[in-house]
């Protein structure tokens, strides 16, 4: 089946879906096998090969389905139950349960591809059209793998995953939203490294290492934010910018890059480069200013 573009990534992701509903089901036709490790390693694979596809989905096509009304918002409600049901299985697995839930896991995560191959992006390629979801073409790509190398806990004790390319992404675990119980534990995590999790600030512009910095901006907050920065504007030719967040969220929009936002927070800064077309959106308690760099003449 032909797919559009923009939903070819997640259809490919669907690939990797069967096999794992493949694996689960074969496990369960062996008894002797239903190990800690082995249980451990089907929750370790639906984190790196499901969770952020569910996500995705989540976050950039379910609100757009329940928008457009029926038919698709009863599909979107379906793909929504779907992911619920299957994140509960697998955060539910237990040696003595194997058989029958290691069964229901695959059973439903291969039904749950079939509709959203058969029903689901279909009825979005009819009802959203061709433009709408090429504008969604970027935001509907997951980032670059980079591999966990480590974790940390911040300030509020959520655990932070570590990754290789020197970024840094929280690793919860709140059921149903996300089921993660193996962060929870010392043994958990360290069996995590070397795992790989999408990086969506791999694909945020990176500063030059031969600019310097030359102004900062005043400290704005959701009241003081000149309305300029939260419409559509771009850097000059020759100048860079970072957004730097000293309290708060401030939703960073890449607009060249299918309205990708990134969520700014103290210590994840945002990199403006030259002439891109963005804007930002600080949530209520946000307090932040911009750095501007240039080349040295």
Not at 100 to 127: I, K, T, Y
Request: with cysteine.
């Amino acid at each position: 089946m032909k797919r559009h573009p923009s939903l070819a990534s997640l259809s490919r992701d669907h690939h990797h879906a069967l096999v794992l509903a493949r694996d689960a089901r074969r496990l369960a036709l062996e008894p002797g096998q239903h190990t800690p490790e082995r249980i451990a390693e089907l929750k370790r694979r639906f984190d790196t090969e499901l969770a952020p596809h569910f996500a995705l989905e989540e976050r950039e096509l379910i609100g757009r389905s329940v928008a457009c009304g029926e038919p698709l918002a009863a599909l979107a409600a379906q793909v929504v139950a779907d992911h619920d049901a299957l994140r509960t299985i697998i955060a539910s697995l237990e040696p003595q349960l194997l058989t029958s839930q290691s069964e229901a896991f695959g059973a439903r995560l291969e039904a749950h591809v079939r509709f959203e191959e058969r029903d689901w992006f279909p009825a979005l390629e009819a009802q959203l059209g061709s433009d709408a979801l090429a504008r969604l073409a970027s935001s509907l790509r997951l980032g670059p793998p980079s591999a966990v190398v480590g974790f940390r806990q911040d300030d509020e004790g959520a655990f932070v995953a570590e990754l290789a390319c020197g970024h840094a992404q929280h690793v919860r675990h709140r059921p149903p939203l996300e089921s993660r119980p193996w962060v929870t534990t010392e043994e958990g995590r360290r069996a995590f490294v070397g795992t790989t999790l999408p990086c969506t600030l791999c694909r945020m512009p990176k500063l030059p290492s031969d600019v310097a910095p030359y102004k900062n901006t005043a400290v704005f907050d959701a009241h003081s934010v000149p309305a300029g920065l939260r419409r559509s504007h771009a850097l000059k030719a020759d100048t860079w910018g970072e957004i730097v967040v000293e309290q708060g969220l401030v939703l960073y929009v890449l607009e060249d890059d299918g309205d990708m936002g990134i969520v700014l927070r103290p210590g994840v800064i945002g990199v403006i480069a030259p002439e891109r077309p963005h804007h930002v959106e600080p949530d209520d308690v946000a307090r932040f200013f911009v750095r501007f760099s240039k080349r040295a003449p």
